[in-house]
Nanobody
C-alpha cells in the first residue's frame, strides 16, 4: 500500500514560482512512475510531469523549460518546481503514483496564478 500527501500549492502572481511536494509512504519501492497531473475548471485532467524509477522524466510541452520534477529517494518525496508561472497554469495539481496493479492519486493541491 502506498499513500501520497501533497503540499505546496497557493496563490502566486504571474511570473512567480512555487514548489509542490508529494510525500510517499508505505511500499514506496513498488512505485514504477510518480508525477504530477493537473485539472483546471471545465477541463480534463492532464499530465504535467512524471519521473520513472529509473530516473527518466517526461514533461507536458506547455511546461517544458519552466517546470522541473525531481525526487529525494531518502525522503520518498517528489517535487515539482514551477517557475515563470502563467495564469493558464491555474489548476488543482494531483500527485500520482503507479506500480504493478495500482494507480494512486493524492488529494490535490490548488495552484492559482493571478495576472
Amino acid at each position: 500500500q502506498v499513500h501520497l500527501v501533497e503540499s505546496g500549492g497557493g496563490l502566486v502572481q504571474a511570473g512567480g514560482s512555487l514548489r509542490l511536494s508529494c510525500a510517499a509512504s508505505g511500499n514506496t519501492f513498488s512505485i514504477k512512475v510518480i508525477g504530477w497531473y493537473r485539472q483546471a475548471p471545465g477541463k480534463e485532467r492532464e499530465l504535467v510531469a512524471t519521473i520513472r524509477s529509473g530516473g527518466n522524466s517526461n514533461y507536458a510541452e506547455s511546461v517544458k523549460g519552466r517546470f522541473t520534477i525531481s525526487r529525494d529517494n531518502v525522503k520518498n518525496t517528489v517535487y515539482l518546481q514551477m517557475n515563470s508561472l502563467k495564469p493558464e497554469d491555474t489548476a488543482v495539481y494531483y500527485c500520482n503514483a503507479a506500480g504493478v496493479g495500482y494507480d494512486l492519486w493524492g488529494q490535490g493541491t490548488q495552484v492559482t496564478v493571478s495576472s
